[in-house]
Structure formats: C-alpha cells, structure tokens
C-alpha cells in the first residue's frame, strides 16, 4: 500500500508540475486565439466593481507588497525553468527572472535605507549599484558568516549587471546603446543553485526590511 502510494504521489506531482508549466507556457498563445478585434477596450486600465479584480494601489502601505512581487515572480519562473524540457523555453524566462530579482533586491535595500537613516542623500539612491546600496546598509547589520555569504552573492549579481540593464534589454539593444558592462554567461548554470541563492537572499533582505520597519516605529 505504501509503495502504491509513493507511486502515485509521485505521478501527481509529475503531472500537477507539468500542469502548471503548460498554464504559463500556452495561456498566451489561448488568450491570443480567443481574442476579437471588437473586444478591444479602449483604455488599458479601467476601474472595476468586482473584487475578484486586482487593486492597484502605489501607496506607503503596501510598499512591502510591491518588492514581494517581483521576488515572487522571479522565484516562480525559475520554477517553470527547472521543471520545464524546452531549452528554448527555459533561455526566454531565466533573463526576466534575473531582472526581477535584480529589481527587488534595488528596491528593498533602498527602502530599507530610508526608513533606517533619516536625511539621506537622494541622488546616491537614484543610482542602480547593489554594491554601493549594500554599503549604505552595512552599519545596521550585524557583521557575521551569514552578511558575508550574503554580500558575496550580491556582489557576484553585480559583476553580471552593475548598471541594471544586462537582464533589462537584449544582448543587441545593449550592445548598441553602449551598455553592454556586464560579464556575460558563457556556459550553463544550474536553476536549482540560483533558486536556492535567491530564497536565501530574499530571507536575509526582508529580515533587513523588518528590522528597519521596528526601528522607525521605534524612534516616531
């Protein structure tokens, strides 16, 4: 009975992991061949009375929300990326999961600086370095195993996209606006590796954030 069991959880899963890549893989080509020209609407985002809808609020409160987003939307692609057999599939989602990735970690350091320190300097957040907003992090942290491990990651990200525009643009727009300064892959690199180095790194960071939300309860 056992032995059934295991047999069929295994088959489940199979089949539950390749239900989910063919929904994000084939809900584009589905959505496109059900479209007609006279549903068209005329405005891309228009108010809704349905709950089921989705809010679009850019307010301080769900700030949190936003950078969880894009790390969730890398995550997920990465998933589709280990699971999926098409190579093809698999060189088309990794560059927007990087880039996602990439936009969280811009966006919760810089959060987190702001509600850390009072006065800080705007222009040096308008820049995109992750090595610099690290920096900027550093006095509020404790120096451990766990922040090296942690810096190392980001700086190595950094050394693929220092100004975030390697996983933004193809190889071809970059190379023609003269943006191409980042290292580039040059053989495979293993999903499960990346996936595991991001969970660990969105741990960390929001671990980070959190921290920085109490303090500024704290001092108000």
């Known amino acids: 009975m056992n032995k059934y069991k295991k047999h069929f959880l295994k088959r489940y899963k199979k089949r539950l992991r390749s239900d989910i890549i063919k929904d994000v893989l084939h809900i ?24 089921s809808d989705s809010i679009i609020n850019n307010g301080e409160l769900d700030s949190l929300k936003f950078s969880i987003g894009y790390a969730s939307v890398a995550i997920n692609l990465l998933g589709v990326c280990k699971y999926c057999k098409n190579n093809l599939i698999k060189d088309s989602y990794i560059f927007p999961a990087l880039y996602c990735f990439r936009i969280y970690m811009e966006n919760i350091m810089k959060e987190s600086i702001l509600l850390f320190k009072t006065g800080v300097n705007i222009d040096d957040l308008k820049k995109h370095g992750l090595e610099s907003l690290w920096e900027m992090l550093t006095p509020y942290m404790q120096a451990d195993n766990i922040t090296k491990k942690i810096r190392k990651l980001i700086l190595e990200f950094e050394k693929y996209d220092p100004d975030s525009t390697a996983f933004r643009y193809s190889h071809l727009v970059n190379r023609q606006l003269g943006k191409s300064k980042g290292k580039l892959f040059s053989a495979s690199i293993s999903i499960e590796t990346l996936r595991s180095s991001m969970l660990f790194i969105y741990r960390f960071l929001e671990g980070v954030n959190e921290i920085a939300r109490m303090t500024k309860d704290i001092n108000e």
């Open 28 to 51: 584009s080509c589905e959505d496109i061949d059900a479209l007609k020209m006279d549903n068209i609407p005329d405005f891309m985002f228009q108010s809704s009375a349905f709950s």
